[in-house]
Structure formats: C-alpha cells, structure tokens
C-alpha cells in the first residue's frame, strides 16, 4: 500500500510537472507560428495526453516496475503507444510545415500583388504623363510643363522606390517570421518527442538537426529567391526609369525643337507680313506723291492749255518764255517734293530693316537660351544665316528695288512730262518767234515805207520852198520892171518858174504813186515768207516738194508691206516647223523610211497668200491757207504731236534708228546696183 502510495505521487508529480511546462510552452508559442496550423493534437484530448506524459515521467522515475510483469506489459504498451503518438508527431510536424508555408507563400504573394498593383497604376500615371507631352501640347506650353511632368515622375518614381523598398522590407519580415516560426515550431517539437520519448534523446536532437538544417536550407533558398525577385524588380525599375527618362528627355528635345521651329516660323511669317513688305506708311507716302505727281500734272496740263488759247496774232516769245518760267518752277518744286518723299521713303526702309535686325538677334538669343539639340555639324549661327538671314536680305533687297524702281519712275516720269512741256513749249515758242520776228519786220518795212514817204515829201516840201523863194524874186523883180519889154521878160521867166513847180510837184505825185505801189508787194511777200515759216514749222512743205513726199509715203508703204509679209512668212515657217515636229514624233512603220520634206525653190518663198493685205500707199494731202497760199502735208497733225511727245534720248534714239536705215537701204541699193 505505501509503495502504491508512493507510485501514485510519482505519477502525478510529474504529470503536475509537464502540464505546467506544457502551459508555459504554450503561452510562449508565436501567434504567427500557429496560422494555418492547429496546436492541439488530432487525435488525443489534451487531458489524454498529460496523462501519457505523467505515466511515461513516471516509468522512467521508477526503473525498479520493469521487473514485474505487469510493468513490461505496461512498458510494452506504453511503447506501442509512444511510437503511435511519434509518428502522428511526425506527421502533424509536415502538415503543419506544409500550411505554414502555403499560409506565408499566400502573405508573399499578397504583398507582392499589392507592390505591383502599385507599381502597374504608377507606370500608367507616368506614360499618361509622357504620352500628354504631344506636339501641340508641347507647343502651348512653357518650359515649366516639361519640368512639371518631369517632376511629378519623379514624384511617382520616389513613391514606386519607397514601395520597393517597403516591399523588400515586407518579404524580409514574412521571412524573419517564417523562420522564426519554424525553428520556435521545430524546439518545441523537439520537447514533444521528447516528452513522447520514443527515440532516446540523442536520437531525437539528430532528427531535429536535419529537420532545422532542412529548413534553413529552404529558408536560404527562400531569402536567395526573395533577393533575387527583389534584385530583378530594381534591375526592371532601372530599365524602366530608363525608358521613362529617354522618352521624357526625348520629348524635352522635342519641346526645344517645336520651340525653336516655332520661333524661327514666327520670325519668317512676321516678315512676310505688311508691316514689312509693305508698310502702311509708305503706301500712304506713295499715294500722296502719286496725288501730287497728279497735282503737277493738272498743272503743266493747265499751263499748256493756257499756252494754247492765246490767239495766235497775240503770241509772242516773252509771252512763252514766261509760260516756260512757270513750267520751270513746277518742276524744281515737284523736283525737290519727290527727293524729300524719297528721302522719308529711304528712312522708313532703313528703320524696318534695323527692325528686322533686331527681330534677327532676339530669335538668336532664343535659340541660344532655348538650346535645342542640333544635328551634328549644326550650330544655331549657321541656322541664322541660312534660315533668318536670308529672309531679312531678301526683304531689303525687294524693298530697295521697290526704292530704286519708284525713283526711277518718278524721275523718268517727271522728265518725260517735263520734256513733254518742253517741247510744246519750244513749239509755241517758235510760233512767238516767228510772230514776233514778222511783226519786227512789218514795222522795220512800215518805218522804211514812211520814211521814204516823208523823205520824198520833204524833198518836195524843199524844192516848192526853192521855187517859191525865186518865184517871190521873180514877182519882186517884176514889180519893179521899168519898161515893157523889162516886164514881159521878167513875166516870162516867171510863168517859167511856175511851170518848173508844177513839173517837180507831178515827179513828187509819180514818185509817191511808185513809192506806193511797190509797198504792197512787199508786204505781200514779207507775209509770204512768214506764212511759210509756220508751214514748214508745222510740217507742210510748197507744193513743189509733192512728188518727194509721195516718194516717202510710197517707201514707207513699201517697208511696211514687207514687214507684213515677214511676220506672215515667219508664223507660216513656225507653224510648218510644229507639224514637222508632230510627224517625226510619231514614228514611220517597219520597213518604211519616212518621208523628207520637199525643199521649197528659190522664188517659192515670195509667193504670197492672198490673205496677206495690200497696202495703199496714201496720197500726199493738200492744205490751202486763209491768205490763198496752197501747201502739202508731209506730216500729219497725230504725227507732229507723236514727234512733241519724246524726249531727247528718244528723239537720239530715233535719230540714230533712221541713220542706219538709211545706210542699210544705201547699201541695199548699191549691192542691187552692183
């Protein structure tokens, strides 16, 4: 009974014993450890197996209870029991290990898929960034939205890092836990299969070493996977950064480019617009010297008008000159008005070329401030010069020939018109000279008719005053004749003085008729030569100069015919040559050489069609002045005012012309000659 006693105390002090280790085992155990897995035993009530832990203290405390038979049969069953709970320890170890590992592989791949989803929504937010830096985009804006965009990517990188960098922090956590859980799972199995006591304990600790070297094996493994993904993720957010840089870098030198392209296109269409092409001021400082180019036309017009409504026997040179004067000053003041007007117009030109200039130097700084990325051998001096400068070059030299054209057709204007006047004047002022020099000569032949009048009068006057002198001496003689036949001889001689005067006063009366008779003539005559003057002046020659005009009208009639004939001759050879040219290009057949155009003979070509017209040569017209005198026209009123309407280089020009005609039909006449 006391060994009883003392073998139930023995089996419950160490039953006591292992459940309160049991307890604090299982106070200590990591919660992390016990997810997926259940603590209690499968198959044993945790009362069941305190108390297969007491018997088996028990046992071993009481070495002596192996001898008796009922020992070893409890001895013998405890171990069947020992190996039954071994093997059900083993297998709960692998199922635990195994849903350990599946539940952690789970948290892995949570984490991980959390890291991506982070990292996916992040890589969209960045190409929306980038593929939002479109052209138009670009140029709408400012360089702060390409360093906005490039800034918020950076945003999102540093939060794609950080998620890196809390994901390699989460992996290696799950895997410190997981580790830890293992091994504090493997210790505590330890003691199981200890406190289950079917291997002895030397036994146990190898097995638990190769389960822990297992496990570190695989947990080695594990963290040199985790590493690697982790490795691979920076390596692929590297290139990926990468990428996202180039493009962005890619779009910044594309945003320069469309600047620096838009810059340059501003610049080009800023100088293709009016305000340098032409300018508004300057069309009004041209409209306003085309009003006054106008204004002094009227004027020279009026002039002239007023030139020729003077009546022709009032016309005189001082009257011309003086309307020549006034011609004159209209043309230094229209002179000077045009330099002035040119002078402003010069200045405009070169302020918008200083302007452009300026534009020029602006877009330089751009570019260089803009600093696009050039293609190699490129720099932004040489796009200057090849894109910019020969736009502004271009402007100034349209506008200087513009300049050069205007003044030159203001001057070539002005001259004309004023050589124009000039020649209308000289017109009229050879009239004026005419006149005034018929007029200087009808009162130089007037004088001289009165002259002779009064000188015969007073020859007369001073013969009668003689006669009547020695008639007084006579008659006082007479008077005094003492004797008849004294009175009859002095009567005589007196009726002779008489007679003398009577004779004198009929020569005086025959002299003066004479004198006036061949008064007229003169006059006459005098007129005569005037009047032709003025026919010759206005291009009428004495009708004994006919047949030589007839002659030239002729000649002319003849070249002009010819020069019809020519045109006609050479559009005919033209056309013949086109249809020539159409049949050789369509080619002949096989076989069949085609055909060569027939030669024309030597006097074919000056047959002519009957559709070229035969000029008439005109006849000479007559024209018959108020006074009588008949005169032929060698030229035309139309013609005589075409002459007035040259200048002197043309009239040169001219000149010269008719000189080599003439040569050339001098020489054409000799070779017929020779």
Known sequence: LKQSHKFAQALVQPRKQAQTEYSKMGETKPKDTMKGASSKPKTKEMSEVLNEIAEVKTLNANLQAKTSVRAKEMFEKMKETRRAKHIEAMNEYESWTETFCESMKERYEDRQKQSEALRT???????KTLNSMDDNTLLASEIEYVTYSWDHISELRKER???????????????????????EYITIFKGRLVEIAFLLEPQIVTIIEEMASKEKMRLEKELAEIEAYLTSINMKEQEQFEKYYAKWKERKEQYHTLKQNEAIQKFKSRMKEKYFVNPEERVAKMKEIMEYQLAVYNMRKKLLQNLQAIDMGEISKDKVNEMDEQLRKINDDAGEMYKVSIKSLVELKDNRHKEALSLVEYLKGFLLKNDAKLPPGMTFDKIIAE??????????????????????????????????????????????????????????????????????????????????????????????????????ERLSICYASLDTMNKEYDKYEVDLKALIATQEPKIVQRYQTFELTLAKHFKMEEEKAKDRIQERLNKETEEQQKLLEEEYLKKKEAEEQKLLGDAAAKSPPKGKPAEKPKAKGKGQAEIMPSDVPKLEPPKVPEFKSPSGGLYVVEFTLEQLATSLMRTEDEMERKKKIDEERLKEEKRKEEALAA
């Open 161 to 183: 890092k950080q998620e890196i960098a809390s994901l390699s922090v989460a992996l290696h956590e799950l895997h410190k836990v997981k580790s830890n859980s293992i091994m």
């Open 387 to 488: 894109e910019c400068q020969p736009v502004v070059e271009s402007r100034l030299k349209e506008n200087n020939e513009l300049l050069l054209h205007f003044d030159k057709y203001l001057e070539e204007f002005d001259n004309r018109m004023h050589e124009y006047s000039k020649n209308i004047v000289s017109f009229y002022r050879f009239i004026g000279e005419t006149y005034d020099q018929h007029k200087k000569e009808m009162q130089n032949l007037e004088l001289q008719y009165q002259l002779a009048i009064a000188k015969l009068a007073d020859q007369n006057e001073e013969n009668m005053n003689k006669r009547d002198s020695e008639l007084k001496q006579q008659i006082d003689s007479l008077k005094k004749s003492a004797t008849q036949i004294l009175l009859v």
């Open 121 to 127: 929504t992040t890589g969209v937010e960045i190409e």
